[in-house]
Each structure stands twice: as structure tokens, then as C-alpha cells.
T-cell receptor, first 112, second 112 residues
Framework: DGGITQSPKYLFRKEGQNVTLSCEQNLNHDAMYWYRQDPGQGLRLIYYSQIVNDFQKGDIAEGYSVSREKKESFPLTVTSAQKNPTAFYLC???????????FGEGSWLTVV | AQSVTQLDSQVPVFEEAPVELRCNYSSSVSVYLFWYVQYPNQGLQLLLKYLSGSTLVESINGFEAEFNKSQTSFHLRKPSVHISDTAEYFCAPRTGRRALTFGSGTRLQVQP
């Protein structure tokens, strides 16, 4: 089945540790995105990538890093510099024609 | 500055009643508009979209939305809701960099 797979679904991290969230898609989409969702708020764009080996900062990139070495993969690293990392993280990719964005099931990150 | 506004954070409604979830966007954004639905602890699912052509668009589960350029609105409606429609709904215009900007969401609570 085609789709976007995010892992892990739930992740706990100690303060001061980096953590990497995985996002894999087999839809052959060029563009991929990472959003953050906090309770009672909409989604905010962290990073996006239009093509392999290229990515751009979104609205809230501070404390995050990404890589795009393969078309299928767009991992997000939440670094210790991110002051409030506890949130729901959503990965997405866009159809080649550019009209529709599809989402993965999300990853819950909790800092303990 | 935010380019989309969802006017109601919560909308309680009885089963089989009609509902309207309101969305207004700034005129500076692209005219491509989307509604997504999010069930608890899940990613976002595309509900319907306006790209061009007919200003009234429909989803497979009875929702519809109308693009109103003069009022810069894209309200979501359903003539008769079901318990299973309980979810959070997000309006999202497509911005110039082809990423979606999300509203803060409207929580639809369908009561028996």
C-alpha cells in the first residue's frame, strides 16, 4: 500500500537529548514537510523539502534539523535547543502536480 | 501574519442537525483551498479541496464547501451530521511556497 509512515508513534525523551523522528513515503512525491501541532492550535510548519538534497526552514525551525538524502525519507531531529519540544509531529508529502498534501499518522514526542 | 481564520474553536451540535464550520482567508493567498479532518491521535485526512472551476465542492461523506471570492470565505457545511463526524476540522489555503497554512481548527462535537 502507498502512504506515509511515521515512527515511532510515541516517544519519550529526557531533557538535553536529541531525538530523531522518522518519515518514509512510497508515493514518489518530491516535496515533503514537517509540521508541529500543539493542543488547541493549528499546525505550524517546521521544515520542508522540495527535492532531494534541498530543504528550507519553515515558520518555527529553531531547535530542529532535517536531512533529505533520499526521495523517500525526510527525518526530523529535535535537538536539545528546542525549548518546548513536547508536541504532536506530522510529516506530509505533496503530489507531483502540487495540488494535494497527504499526511502520516503522526508522532507524539514527550519530554520528561 | 496568519492568512486563514477559523472563527469557531468548538461547535457542539445534535446528531442529524445541520452544521457550518466557518473559514475566512486573506486575499493575498493562493485561491487553492483545502479542508482536512483529524480524528483523535491521528494524522490529517483530506476532506475536500477547491482548485478551480465550480465554486461548490463536495466530499464523499456528505460535506460540502463553497469558495466565495468576494467574501474570502470557504465555509464547510453538512445538512445532517452523524456521531462519527466528531473530529477536528482544519481549513488550509495554499501559500506561494506551496506549503499549507492551517487555521487553528474547529472541534465539531456531535451529541446524540
Amino acid at each position: 500500500d502507498g502512504g506515509i509512515t511515521q515512527s515511532p508513534k510515541y516517544l519519550f525523551r529526557k531533557e538535553g537529548q536529541n531525538v530523531t523522528l522518522s518519515c518514509e513515503q512510497n508515493l514518489n512525491h518530491d516535496a515533503m514537510y514537517w509540521y508541529r501541532q500543539d493542543p488547541g492550535q493549528g499546525l505550524r510548519l517546521i521544515y520542508y523539502s522540495q527535492i532531494v538534497n534541498d530543504f528550507q526552514k519553515g515558520d518555527i525551525a529553531e531547535g530542529y534539523s532535517v536531512s533529505r538524502e533520499k526521495k523517500e525519507s525526510f527525518p526530523l531531529t529535535v535537538t536539545s535547543a528546542q525549548k518546548n519540544p513536547t508536541a504532536f509531529y506530522l510529516c506530509a508529502s505533496r503530489t507531483p502536480a502540487g495540488n494535494t498534501i497527504y499526511f502520516g499518522e503522526g508522532s507524539w514526542l514527550t519530554v520528561v | 501574519a496568519q492568512s486563514v481564520t477559523q472563527l469557531d474553536s468548538q461547535v457542539p451540535v445534535f446528531e442529524e442537525a445541520p452544521v457550518e464550520l466557518r473559514c475566512n482567508y486573506s486575499s493575498s493567498v493562493s485561491v487553492y483551498l483545502f479542508w482536512y479532518v483529524q480524528y483523535p491521535n491521528q494524522g490529517l485526512q483530506l476532506l475536500l479541496k477547491y482548485l478551480s472551476g465550480s465554486t461548490l465542492v463536495e466530499s464523499i461523506n456528505g460535506f460540502e464547501a463553497e469558495f466565495n471570492k468576494s467574501q474570502t470565505s470557504f465555509h464547510l457545511r453538512k445538512p445532517s451530521v452523524h456521531i462519527s463526524d466528531t473530529a477536528e476540522y482544519f481549513c488550509a489555503p495554499r501559500t506561494g511556497r506551496r506549503a499549507l497554512t492551517f487555521g487553528s481548527g474547529t472541534r465539531l462535537q456531535v451529541q446524540p
